[in-house]
């Protein structure tokens, strides 16, 4: 059974402060999410990471999939609060059919 | 652009009652999921379906059922409401394919009392 696991669970950091998330995930697969969900929303889509040494950025946040060390990184750069919420990886598996297995979630708190 | 609706937003149900959870989507697209996320935890995957007529077990299957009758709908069923049920609900489809992103719906906030 496919296992994901992030961390940390919790981050409080400063703003102007880099900080990286780590999702480590348990079999082979080469299709990674990035989800960002705010309190009592549904959740938002940030990244699809569709092969090795895959590597998005989109503002702040830069995620990347190295699959042979089944890890995947979220890392922030100067963050700011606006970038509060849980952050959640998720792995896709397609072994006969497609299912999106979800890592632990990491809450992010930026401090002024 | 509506995608994945879900209805209702919020629900209280007794011990023992039963309730369907709505899903649609306007995408055309073949797969859809239910996962439920528990407060403070990640999503766990209920049931995911590939296509009309075809449905099958994620990780919590226990006390719920669905159907897929058609492309656009996948209904969750609870039966016999407990507890342990109270949860939010989201429901998302994609397309077939390497590249399909999964969109969900706004979610299902439910309490089992």
């Known amino acids: 059974e496919l296992k994901v696991e992030q961390n940390p669970l919790f981050l409080s950091m400063q703003e102007g402060k880099n900080y990286t998330i780590y999702c480590n995930y348990s079999?082979?697969?080469?299709?990674l999410y990035w989800y960002r969900q705010d309190p009592g929303k549904s959740l938002e889509s940030l990244f699809v990471l569709l092969s090795n040494g895959a590597v998005k950025q989109e503002g702040r946040l830069m995620a990347s999939l190295d699959t042979k060390a089944r890890l995947s990184t979220l890392h922030i750069t100067a963050a700011v609060h606006d970038l509060s919420a849980t952050y959640f990886c998720a792995v896709f598996t397609n072994f006969g059919n497609e299912k999106l297995t979800f890592g632990t979630g990491t809450r992010l708190t930026i401090i002024p | 652009n509506a995608g994945v609706t879900q209805t209702p937003k919020f629900r209280i149900l007794k011990i023992g009652q039963s309730m369907t959870l709505q899903c649609t989507q306007d995408?055309?697209?073949?797969?859809m999921y239910w996962y439920r996320q528990d407060p403070g935890m990640g999503l766990k995957l209920i049931y995911y379906?590939?296509?009309?007529?075809?449905?099958d077990k994620g990780e919590v299957p226990n006390g719920y059922n669905v159907s897929r009758s058609t492309t656009e709908d996948f209904p969750l069923r609870l039966e016999l409401a407990a507890p342990s049920q109270t949860s939010v609900y989201f429901c998302?489809?994609?397309?077939?394919?390497?590249?399909?992103?999964?969109?969900f719906g706004e979610g299902s906030r439910l309490t089992v009392l």
């Open positions: 995408m055309n697209h073949n797969y």
């Open positions: 079999t082979t697969s080469d299709r």
């Open positions: 998302a489809s994609k397309t077939r394919g390497d590249t399909g992103e999964l969109f």
């Open positions: 379906s590939v296509g009309a007529g075809i449905t």
